[in-house]
């Protein structure tokens, strides 16, 4: 009994050993490789395949999704004879498991080489300068190259960038220095344009406020002749109306000649012509009150003919 039961143990496990190897599940993104006596028969997608055991075999399971591979700085030459290491990514998708297994050995080290020798046909017509500020210009023609060469190997390259452009050290410094004295440079023309627009702005202001002060007194000098004027007038209507006699006008006359005199400055004045007939029609206009009396009764006259009377004593 006992050789029968181990024979049927050993059938069991082959059974379950068949079944396993019967059952593939390839996860989704993904792809396998179907060989059948070392030749390839086909590609199992994603879900649940079913393979003939111990004749098909699983060659190779390939990632179906976007990778992304960065490559090591490569040093490449420019067209002014200029090392500079360049840094790439490269992202990839395999469309073409088929391909990606059997038309190249190891697709990764080959898009690798590809990239470096095209990086260095590309750089190689370019200035350091041209280079440092063409890095579109650079992934687009790399991508346009290692996407036709890589299609054959089932292989689409959907991107390719730059990270990084690294000149020589003693190019740096220099670099470093020019860009300093363009920014002093820069500096240096913004603080002079600043300057004179100050100036230009400060000389506007006081061109309006000269013209603002002169039409503010011009038009102060025009009110206030208005009104003198207005004055004038007024004072010549008022003295037609009231019709003032030759006394009169003496009279006038005489008060403001001290007013003519008054000031420390004035050492020497002129007295007008025209102060004789105020003083002649001054006498004849007091020589019409009459000579001055001597006395009287108790009427109250005073000697200077004028009457003057007594007001009583207020309480």
Known sequence: ?????????????????????TIQVIPQASAAIVERFG?????LNAGLNIVVPFIDSIRNRIDLREQVVPFPPQPVITQDN??????????YQVTDARAATYEVASYIQAIEQLTVTTL???IGGMDLERTLTSREEINAALRGVLDEATGKWGIRVNRVELKAIEPPTSIQDSMEKQMRADRDKRAAILQAEGVRQSEILRAEGEKQSAILRAEGEARAAALRAEGEAQAIRTVFESIHAGDPDQKLLSYQYLQMLPKIAEGDANKLWIVPSEIGDALKGLGGALGNFGPLSGGGSGGGKSSGGVERREQPPID
């Open 120 to 122: 260095r046909n590309i």
């Open 1 to 21: 009994m006992e050789p029968i039961i181990i024979v049927l143990i050993i059938l069991v496990v082959l059974v379950f050993i068949a079944l396993i190897k």
């Open 39 to 43: 030749r390839y028969t086909r590609t």
């Open 82 to 91: 200029l090392v500079v290491n360049i840094d790439t990514v490269i992202y």
